[in-house]
């Protein structure tokens, strides 16, 4: 097929949500109100060396365990947002990861017409921070996760 055009998307409209702690059956997330930014986490395999003498010219390589990454978020504070107030909830709680999705908005060049492509994780919440608090700007929220276990993407649709 010859290409004709880009189906590229912009991030305006996804929903980075908190759900309850990992394992709920039935999850029910809230969404994190005023997220301006997010970077996902960059996920990453460990590995080892396993050359040896007959190796040859070329290391060799074993492939390990993958750290899927440490997302970060960062917003307007506002302290009256559920979602914002869940996160602070799961990061006091030093015991449990939390339920996470990201669902970006439907693209509709692509073809999806009822719900974005989503990622669902399990996370620790590692870091919250506020501020800092000037006269002119709105007092920034910052958030750190780290991902436990693997990401599951369900496309949209």
């Not at 309850?20 to 059956?25: D, N, R």
């Not at 060799?60 to 504070?77: H, I, T, V, Y």
């Not at 692509?110 to 399990?122: K, L, R, S, W």
Request: glycine share 12%; net charge negative; proline share 6%.
């Amino acid at each position: 097929m010859a290409y004709t055009r880009s189906f590229a998307q912009a991030g305006r409209g996804t929903i980075f949500a908190i759900g309850p702690i990992s394992g709920t059956v039935t999850p029910v997330y809230v969404p994190v109100g005023e997220i301006k930014t997010t970077d996902p986490g960059k996920g990453t395999f460990d590995k080892e060396e396993v050359s040896n003498l007959e190796s040859g010219l070329d290391k060799e390589f074993l492939k390990l365990m993958r750290d899927n990454g440490a997302p970060k978020l960062s917003g307007n504070r506002v302290g009256s947002d559920a979602g914002q107030l869940a996160v602070v909830a799961a990061y006091n709680d030093g015991d449990n990861s939390y339920m996470i999705k990201v669902t970006l908005p439907i693209n509709k060049k692509a073809g999806q017409i009822a719900q974005g492509d989503a990622y669902t994780y399990d996370a620790l919440v590692m870091g919250q921070s506020f501020g800092p608090v000037e006269t002119n700007k709105a007092i920034a929220y910052e958030v750190e996760l780290q991902i436990t276990g693997p990401v599951t993407f369900t496309p949209g649709s």
